[in-house]
């Protein structure tokens, strides 16, 4: 059975970094666009990155650009998000989706097949 577990959340203050890790099991992630995606208290959903299977593409929106990187290891079969400069607003539950086909994980915050349950991350002084 496929699965994503999501990890490496938690408080961090205001400007500080935290690295995400999402581990799969069940499913190769190199066949796989993964992303992820954020959501706030009483927000909706947005997604903050994603990359591609076959050439590592990546996609940030501007809210996130320049300060959050997405990497993959194959090997370990793990994705990272780096998240560097965190504001309070970036408090959230953050989670990792996978998915054969890139526009249902980077065009979409609820389109892909394989979802983690999240981690929390706190970011508050």
């Keep these: 059975q496929a699965q994503l577990v999501e990890s490496g959340g938690g408080l961090v203050q205001p400007g500080g970094s935290l ?34 299977s076959t050439d590592s593409v990546t996609y940030y929106p501007d809210a996130v650009k320049g300060r ?11 994705v ?5 400069s965190l504001k309070p607003e970036e408090t959230a539950v953050y989670y990792c989706a996978a998915d054969y ?7 979409s915050t609820s389109g892909a097949s394989y979802w983690g349950k999240g981690t929390l991350v706190t970011v508050s002084s």
């Design 80 to 84: 990272y998000l780096q998240m560097n």
């Design 101 to 107: 086909l890139w526009e249902r994980v980077c065009g």
């Design 68 to 78: 959050f990187f997405i990497s993959r290891d194959n090997a370990k079969n793990t």
């Design 19 to 52: 690295r995400l890790s999402c581990l799969a099991s069940g499913l190769t992630l190199d066949n796989y666009t993964i992303g992820w995606v954020r959501q706030a208290p009483g927000k909706e959903r947005e997604g903050v990155s994603c990359i591609g």
